[in-house]
Each structure stands twice: as structure tokens, then as C-alpha cells.
T-cell receptor, first 110, second 115 residues
Framework: SQQGEEDPQALSIQEGENATMNCSYK?????LQWYRQNSGRGLVHLIL?????REKHSGRLRVTLDTSKKSSSLLITASRAADTASYFC??????????FGAGTTVTVRA | DTAVSQTPKYLVTQMGNDKSIKCEQN?????MYWYKQDSKKFLKIMFS???????INETVPNRFSPKSPDKAHLNLHINSLELGDSAVYFC??????????????FGPGTRLTVL
């Protein structure tokens, strides 16, 4: 069943602006991952945050996790045209599965 | 070099036909997966194999049959194709299962269209 739900469904920003998207989930998790999917391509792993972590950085990406609210956010700073893609959160738990949401489609305008 | 490859990239077929999608990974991983992505981009796990053993078998019609001849290959055979099978099918791989705490590497996808 679907676990993560991303918000907003779509986001359009100007190049150089920051993009923030959120993910909410329903059951307890071991970790949460964010993936990027460019149009017509497969998913690419961006970052993994474990349930005992609150914040993680990777380059221009910042991920937060609030297990009390069952939510996570992904911030992309100083966005570029190449960041145009769909972004998915995926939750991992004891059943060896990753459960994905339907993604946030980000469009970065030049 | 492509890490996870799938063939074919596009597959257009008539209802009732039987078709196969092939997946190969050259990452040395021991776990492989099949996902289905529908028109709303919702990605759902179908199957997972670890060391050629079926680990995850979601509620999928038994017209879908995965086969893992070795750790580097996971194929998906679909019998009696239906209109609702139209979707993009992704293969993925990872090293270990790790209770979901493992990065998965995805193939480019196979877009299946059933007419």
C-alpha cells in the first residue's frame, strides 16, 4: 500500500530559488529516502535519512525528518534547470520494502 | 556502462498476448526488484528476489511471473495481457535487503502499452 505522500503535487520555481517539498507517511519507519526521476528515466537515489536522525545534508539538498509528525521535507537550494524532475520519498521498514509516494513534479524556469 | 539495464524500452502489444521484460544488473548486487509505475506516477513494488530467492511477492495477478536465473538477472513474464497492465515497469537492484535501508539502483524502465 502507498506509504509516503508528497506535497505539493507540482511546484514551479525560478532558477536560483529554493524548492521545498514535503512527505507524510502513516506507519513507523526505519528510514526515509528521496529519489529523483527525470522525464522518461529511472529513479536516482538522492539521500537516505534514518529514523534516529533529524537532518541530513548532501550538496544543495537538505532533508529533515520529524518522526513525531511522521513527516519529512526535502529542500533544494539555488535551483538549476537540471533540477527539473519528479521527486519521490520512499519509506523503509521491517518488511524489506520501500514504499513510494506519487511524487512532486518540480519545474525550474530559466 | 549501464548499471541496471532493461529490454525492451518500449513494448506495444495486443490484449491477450504474452510478453517478457528482461533485466540485468552489473553492480554485483544480490537483490533485485520489479516495480510498476502507473499513469499517476505512483510506484508500487511487485516482486523482490534475494540471491535468486523470492522475498517479496505483493498482491499481483498470477499472470505475472518473475524468474531469476542468476543474481544478475530478473525477468518478468506476463501472460494474457490486459489493458490495465499498461504502465512503466522498472527493475531495480540493491546489495542486501537491509530492512529497506538500502539504496536501490533503478533501470530506465519499460513502457508497456496494451491495445
Amino acid at each position: 500500500s502507498q506509504q509516503g505522500e508528497e506535497d505539493p503535487q507540482a511546484l514551479s520555481i525560478q532558477e536560483g530559488e529554493n524548492a521545498t517539498m514535503n512527505c507524510s507517511y502513516k506507519t513507523s519507519i526505519n528510514n526515509l529516502q528521496w529519489y529523483r526521476q527525470n522525464s522518461g528515466r529511472g529513479l536516482v537515489h538522492l539521500i537516505l535519512i534514518r529514523s534516529n536522525e533529524r537532518e541530513k545534508h548532501s550538496g544543495r539538498l537538505r532533508v529533515t525528518l520529524d518522526t513525531s509528525k511522521k513527516s519529512s521535507s526535502l529542500l533544494i537550494t539555488a535551483s538549476r534547470a537540471a533540477d527539473t524532475a519528479s521527486y519521490f520519498c520512499a519509506t523503509g521498514s521491517n518488511d524489506y520494502k520501500l514504499s513510494f509516494g506519487a511524487g512532486t513534479t518540480v519545474t525550474v524556469r530559466a | 556502462d549501464t548499471a541496471v539495464s532493461q529490454t525492451p524500452k518500449y513494448l506495444v502489444t495486443q490484449m491477450g498476448n504474452d510478453k517478457s521484460i528482461k533485466c540485468e544488473q552489473n553492480l554485483g548486487h544480490d537483490t533485485m526488484y520489479w516495480y510498476k509505475q502507473d499513469s499517476k506516477k505512483f510506484l508500487k513494488i511487485m516482486f523482490s528476489y534475494n540471491n535468486k530467492e523470492l522475498i517479496i511477492n505483493e498482491t499481483v495477478p498470477n499472470r505475472f511471473s518473475p524468474k531469476s536465473p542468476d543474481k544478475a538477472h530478473l525477468n518478468l513474464h506476463i501472460n494474457s495481457l490486459e489493458l490495465g497492465d499498461s504502465a512503466v515497469y522498472f527493475c531495480a537492484s540493491s546489495q542486501g535487503l537491509g530492512q529497506g535501508a538500502i539504496e536501490q539502483f533503478f533501470g530506465p524502465g519499460t513502457r508497456l502499452t496494451v491495445l
